[in-house]
């Protein structure tokens, strides 16, 4: 086991650099993806903000079924989200 210079413990014997100085394989960079990062709030956000400008779109040109389209878009990202958490897919799940 080898310490960088914040006497973090590395797991790794030696830290690649490439030509210009920057570290390759920092182990201390190495952690799960979590406040929100996962594939389960990237699909919720997309469906939301996807449903709310389909939304503001039909409600600006008066076409009141596309609003409701979009708001129907939107109210989906949340479950949606729900069901790929409980599939793993959220923050600190196995993303395999």
């Given at each position: 086991m080898a310490y960088s210079k914040d006497r973090v413990q590395v797991?790794?014997?030696e830290i690649q650099v490439d030509e210009y100085g920057?570290?390759?394989n920092d182990?201390?960079?190495d952690a799960a993806p979590s406040q929100g990062n996962s594939p389960a709030a990237w699909a919720l956000v997309a469906l939301?903000?996807?449903g709310l400008l389909v939304a503001a779109?039909?409600?600006l040109a008066s076409w009141w079924i596309v609003m409701w389209v979009g708001i129907v878009i939107a109210a989906l990202g949340p479950i949606v989200g729900f069901v790929?958490?409980?599939t793993g897919r959220?923050?600190?799940g196995d993303y395999s």
């Amino acid at each position: 086991m080898a310490y960088s210079k914040d006497r973090v413990q590395v797991d790794t014997d030696e830290i690649q650099v490439d030509e210009y100085g920057r570290i390759l394989n920092d182990p201390t960079h190495d952690a799960a993806p979590s406040q929100g990062n996962s594939p389960a709030a990237w699909a919720l956000v997309a469906l939301v903000l996807v449903g709310l400008l389909v939304a503001a779109i039909g409600s600006l040109a008066s076409w009141w079924i596309v609003m409701w389209v979009g708001i129907v878009i939107a109210a989906l990202g949340p479950i949606v989200g729900f069901v790929m958490r409980l599939t793993g897919r959220g923050a600190n799940g196995d993303y395999s």
